[in-house]
């Protein structure tokens, strides 16, 4: 089937900083891909659709000058957290629309831990 | 905007026993997902459900749709403990988002 990767898989910064998660679909040309957040214990929030080529579109509520999205190519998406608060903690998640477009994969997820 | 309810948020049940989760979504779609996630992990497909009436199973679980009622269930038949995890439903609304339900954080006790 088809293969989500993303890295790091978790990564801890300082308060202030920037850090950069990367999303890649191994096997497959991903046109669409997703970045959910999720905090303990609670379920998946869509944070924003991204498609290759074009600007992302971010859902109600988040800031797109904080969360950097971009998707150069057909098989990476990434998603920059800009001047990290300890607030932005949380479980990353991507995913890429099946070449079929039934249904996501869903990438391992990374742990985002800011100090 | 699409709302996806599961219920119980939280089940706890003994090995050995039958049990079903519930998925209701407040608008149509014929596209259904059920995903089960470990402690610190991402998600793992467990069906897709693309009609109305479609059933799939996969060992001790059962996945089932009514789109006319808007709803879908995961029964879980003869629980184990490697069952225990959280399980979430997901709606497609044939665009290009997923709306996913609220979770079920299932404990099977020996």
């Known amino acids: 089937g088809a293969v989500v990767s993303q890295h790091p898989s978790w990564v801890i910064c300082k308060s202030g900083t920037s850090v950069k998660i990367e999303c890649r679909s191994l096997?497959?040309?991903?046109?669409?891909m997703f970045w959910y957040r999720q905090f303990p214990k609670q379920s998946l929030m869509l944070m924003a659709t991204?498609?290759?080529?074009?600007?992302?579109?971010?859902e109600q509520g988040v800031e797109k000058d904080k969360f950097l999205i971009n998707h150069a190519s057909l098989t990476l998406s990434t998603l920059t957290v800009t001047s990290a608060h300890p607030e932005d903690s949380s479980f990353y998640i991507c995913s890429a629309r099946t070449p079929a477009g039934l249904g996501q994969y869903f990438g391992p997820g990374t742990r985002l831990t800011v100090t | 905007e699409l709302k996806v309810e599961q219920n119980p948020l939280f089940l706890s049940m003994q090995e050995g026993k039958n049990y079903t989760i519930y998925c209701n979504y407040s608008t149509t779609s014929d596209r259904l997902y059920w995903y089960r996630q470990d402690p610190g992990k991402s998600l793992e497909s467990l069906f897709v459900?693309?009609?109305?009436?479609a059933v799939k199973q996969e060992g001790r679980l059962m996945a089932s749709l009514d789109t006319k009622a808007r709803l879908s269930t995961l029964h879980i038949t003869a629980a184990v403990h490697d069952l225990s995890a959280t399980y979430f439903c997901a709606v497609d609304n044939t665009g290009n988002q997923f709306y996913f339900g609220t979770g079920t954080s299932l404990t099977v006790i020996p």
């Open positions: 096997d497959f040309q991903a046109t669409t």
């Open positions: 459900l693309l009609s109305n009436g």
């Open positions: 991204s498609n290759e080529g074009s600007k992302a579109t971010y």
